[in-house]
């Protein structure tokens, strides 16, 4: 639920657990706009963690409180999928350091791209900007919520990431 311009509630994003395919997950339901998850929570300062879909942010929120962060917190939010990124987004990362964490697959690979390019525009350029590169070890479709749940939530998990992000020119 967000304010509307007339002051009134409107619902902007509403999830449904149903089938495509042959598997079951969470979708997003008809008539209702993508959307960044957590965007309640985005920090005036700080870096900006971008994760492809809403399990990953929470288990990347979970390895943010676990791992310290200093003085400055950072904000954890995800995009819908890996090729969802609105060009109106691009104003939330402008000036700031923003570190994508994408699926181990093709389709992160090419989310990431994707959205780097969409970052462009009047509302200005992020600082910087990382993606994580995940080690060979790591098997295709693997995410953050893997990541934590086989590794655990706690300073060494986030000292681990940390060191396999790489900065995008």
């Known amino acids: 639920w967000r304010p509307s311009d007339n002051g009134k509630l409107s619902l902007v994003n509403l999830k449904v657990w149903g089938h495509r395919g042959e598997s079951r997950q969470l979708m997003g339901a008809p008539n209702c706009a993508h959307h960044l998850y957590n965007l309640q929570h985005l920090k005036p300062k700080g870096t900006i963690y971008i994760c492809e879909g809403e399990w990953d942010c929470m288990a990347t929120e979970d390895l943010v409180v676990a791992g310290g962060y200093g003085d400055s917190p950072p904000s954890v939010v995800a995009v819908p999928g890996a ?40 509302w200005g350029l992020p600082r910087s900007i990382s993606r994580l590169n995940w080690p060979a070890r790591f098997p295709d479709k693997y995410d953050m919520r893997d990541l934590t749940i086989e590794l655990g939530c706690d300073c060494n998990t986030w000292n681990y990431l940390k060191m396999n992000l790489e900065q995008v020119p």
Request: hydrophobic share 40%; no cysteine.
């Open 83 to 122: 090729n969802v990124f609105k060009p109106e987004w691009a104003g939330y990362f402008a000036g700031r350091d923003i570190v994508f964490l994408y699926d181990n697959d093709s389709a992160g690979q090419t989310g990431v791209s994707y959205a780097i390019n969409r970052l462009s525009g009047n």
